[in-house]
C-alpha cells in the first residue's frame, strides 16, 4: 500500500505544479492589457482636454488636406485620360468621314461613267416622236 500512497502523492504534486505553471501563465498574459491601460492613463493624464483637442483638430485638417490634394491630383489624370479619349475619337470619326467620302466618290464616278450612254438615246427617241406626233396633227 505505501508504493499505491506514494504514486498518488507524486502524481498529485505533478499536477500541483502544472497547476501552479498555469497559474503564473495566466497572470502574466492577464497583466499585459492592464499594463496598456495604466501606461495609457498616465499618458492621457499629461494631456489636458485643449491640447487632446488641438492634436486631434490638427490630425483632422491635415487628413482632410491630404484628401483633398489626392482629388486634385485624381481630377488631373481624369482629365488627361478623357482629353486622350476624346482625341482619339475625333480621329476614329475623321477617319471614318474620309472613309466614306471615298467610297461615295467612287460610286458617283462609276454611277457616271454608265449613265450618259443610256439617257441620250432615250432622250433623242422621245423628241424624234414628238415631232412626228406634232406634224401628222
Same mark, same amino acid.
Given at each position: 500500500?505505501?508504493?499505491?500512497?506514494?504514486?498518488?502523492?507524486?502524481?498529485?504534486?505533478?499536477?500541483?505544479?502544472?497547476?501552479?505553471?498555469?497559474?503564473?501563465?495566466?497572470?502574466? /498574459?492577464?497583466?499585459?492589457?492592464?499594463?496598456?491601460?495604466?501606461?495609457?492613463?498616465?499618458?492621457?493624464?499629461?494631456?489636458?482636454?485643449?491640447?487632446?483637442?488641438?492634436?486631434?483638430?490638427?490630425?483632422?485638417?491635415?487628413?482632410?488636406?491630404?484628401? $483633398?490634394? /489626392?482629388?486634385? $491630383?485624381?481630377?488631373?489624370?481624369?482629365?488627361?485620360?478623357?482629353?486622350? /479619349?476624346?482625341?482619339? %475619337?475625333?480621329?476614329?470619326?475623321?477617319?471614318? %468621314?474620309?472613309?466614306?467620302?471615298?467610297? %461615295?466618290?467612287?460610286?458617283?464616278?462609276?454611277?457616271?461613267?454608265?449613265?450618259? %450612254?443610256? $439617257?441620250?438615246?432615250?432622250?433623242?427617241?422621245?423628241?424624234?416622236?414628238?415631232?412626228?406626233?406634232?406634224?401628222?396633227?
Amino acid at each position: 500500500m505505501g508504493k499505491l500512497k506514494s504514486y498518488q502523492e507524486q502524481i498529485q504534486e505533478v499536477v500541483e505544479k502544472g497547476i501552479n505553471a498555469a497559474e503564473e501563465q495566466q497572470k502574466k /498574459l492577464a497583466s499585459k492589457p492592464f499594463d496598456y491601460a495604466e501606461k495609457l492613463e498616465t499618458e492621457a493624464r499629461e494631456y489636458s482636454v485643449k491640447n487632446l483637442r488641438k492634436a486631434y483638430n490638427g490630425y483632422s485638417e491635415n487628413l482632410f488636406e491630404q484628401l $483633398r490634394s /489626392l482629388n486634385t $491630383r485624381f481630377g488631373s489624370f481624369a482629365s488627361d485620360l478623357v482629353a486622350k /479619349l476624346e482625341k482619339e %475619337a475625333a480621329e476614329t470619326v475623321a477617319e471614318t %468621314a474620309d472613309e466614306v467620302t471615298s467610297v %461615295a466618290q467612287s460610286a458617283k464616278a462609276s454611277a457616271t461613267a454608265k449613265k450618259p %450612254a443610256a $439617257r441620250k438615246t432615250t432622250a433623242r427617241k422621245s423628241t424624234a416622236s414628238a415631232k412626228k406626233s406634232t406634224a401628222s396633227a
